[in-house]
């Protein structure tokens, strides 16, 4: 669970939940070390 951050998971969710077969999405997590990018993509798989 991400604490504070539910608008970035939910981005994220309808980013993969809207990609398919049809339609390519492209999400890139950024910013400097210790921000925080690795959790929500774990959180994802």
């Known amino acids: 669970m991400l604490?504070?951050?539910d608008d970035e998971l939910q981005?994220?969710?309808r980013s993969l939940g809207s990609s398919?077969?049809?339609q390519t999405q492209f999400v890139l997590?950024?910013?400097e070390a210790g921000v925080?990018?690795?959790?929500?993509?774990?959180?994802l798989t």
């Open 11 to 13: 981005t994220l969710v």
């Open 3 to 5: 604490v504070g951050r």
């Open 20 to 22: 398919g077969a049809e």
């Open 29 to 31: 997590l950024m910013g």
């Open 36 to 43: 925080g990018k690795t959790r929500p993509a774990r959180e």
